[in-house]
């Protein structure tokens, strides 16, 4: 089992950055992805910005360029700096993690999401 704790979500305006952490704990021997989604009102869940072992970090054609995911191995954690954002970053966001622990095949897991507001 692996919990994940997310934090550094909030209100901004236009144009202000916010950087969102994210920490897994539990049963981890090794996590292939770790990363971003998220999901604005009425819409589905999308990725936003994902780092995958091997090959490093892919991100939404609508954020490249002003998000920024990165990964400590040694903490378990990822997070997100967002800069320039916008109304339409408004969303829950909710952080990512493809892991596996001993005895555990590759799993998927999601934190509980945290909101994000831009609005003037």
């Known amino acids: 089992q692996v919990q994940l704790a997310e934090s550094g979500g909030g209100s901004v305006q236009p144009g202000g950055s916010l950087t969102l952490s994210c920490s897994a704990s539990?049963?981890?021997?090794?996590?292939?992805?770790m990363g971003w989604y998220r999901q604005a009102p009425g819409q589905q869940r999308e990725m936003v910005a994902i780092?995958?072992?091997?090959?490093?970090?892919t991100y939404a054609g609508s954020v490249q360029g002003r998000f920024t995911v990165s990964r400590d191995s040694a903490k378990n954690s990822v997070d997100l700096q967002m800069t320039s954002l916008t109304p339409e970053d408004t969303a829950v966001y909710f952080c990512y993690v493809q892991a596996r622990g001993r005895g555990t095949d590759p799993t998927p897991y999601w934190g509980r999401g945290t909101q994000v507001t831009v609005s003037s």
């Open positions: 539990g049963n981890i021997v090794s996590a292939s992805v």
């Open positions: 780092d995958i072992s091997g090959s490093g970090p």
